[in-house]
T-cell receptor, first 108, second 115 residues
Framework: AQRVTQPEKLLSVFKGAPVELKCNYSYSGSPELFWYVQYSRQRLQLLLR??SRESIKGFTADLNKGETSFHLKKPFAQEEDSAMYYC??????????FGSGTQLTVLP | DAGVIQSPRHEVTEMGQEVTLRCKPI?????LFWYRQTMMRGLELLIYFNNNVPIDDSGMPEDRFSAKMPNASFSTLKIQPSEPRDSAVYFC?????????????FGEGSRLTVL
């Protein structure tokens, strides 16, 4: 069975500081990895997917198969980045398995 | 498109009562998912449908939970009888299906409180 682990439930950083949200997955095949974000009073929405190799709102995430990780990074955090972030994986079963989420707070 | 529509947005009920949550997916989407969100466990997949057929219900906690999708535009999640530990936010999501990009489109959620 797939498992996605986000070890930090809460993470606080100061504005302008780098931020890294950790995600580890367990899947024997080649999973697809995603980051979803839920801003206050908004719907949960896709932030980025590993297959696109894109940078969204300054965030990037690199799939490291050796470490089975897909950490989300941003060099300079902004207050508007404060939100709940979920890492998710999709295997052959095609449905998404989410981690338990990390609440990011960017302090002024 | 208004996106995925869920009702009710908030429900407060007493232990033992029946609860029915409703979902209207985005028109044209073939897959529908029910998730439960709690502080302790985050987002848990309860059940998902493809073309109105339940594909995986292994996440449904117990027999008190049931879900139906009578047609492509409507799904229900029912809890009978409800218990305080069922208190959570229940999300419905849909996707175009057939694999696709893996992007799910979520509703605003139904916050359930069981007293």
């Amino acid at each position: 069975a797939q498992r996605v682990t986000q070890p930090e439930k809460l993470l606080s950083v100061f504005k302008g500081a780098p931020v890294e949200l950790k995600c580890n997955y367990s899947y024997s095949g080649s999973p697809e990895l995603f980051w979803y974000v839920q801003y206050s009073r908004q719907r949960l929405q896709l932030l980025l997917r590993h297959i696109s190799r894109e940078s969204i709102k300054g965030f990037t995430a690199d799939l490291n198969k050796g470490e089975t990780s897909f950490h989300l990074k941003k060099p300079f955090a902004q207050e508007e980045d404060s939100a709940m972030y979920y890492c998710a994986s999709r295997g052959s079963a095609r449905q998404l398995t989410f981690g338990s989420g990390t609440q990011l707070t960017v302090l002024p | 498109d208004a996106g995925v529509i869920q009702s009710p947005r908030h429900e407060v009920t007493e232990m033992g009562q029946e609860v029915t949550l409703r979902c209207k997916p985005i028109s044209g989407h073939n897959s529908l998912f029910w998730y439960r969100q709690t502080m302790m466990r985050g987002l848990e997949l309860l059940i998902y449908f493809n073309n109105n057929v339940p594909i995986d219900d292994s996440g449904m906690p117990e027999d008190r939970f049931s879900a139906k999708m009578p047609n492509a535009s409507f799904s229900t999640l029912k809890i009978q009888p409800s218990e305080p530990r069922d208190s959570a936010v229940y999300f419905c999501a849909s996707s175009p299906g057939g694999g696709g990009t893996g992007e799910l489109f979520f509703g605003e959620g139904s916050r359930l409180t069981v007293l």
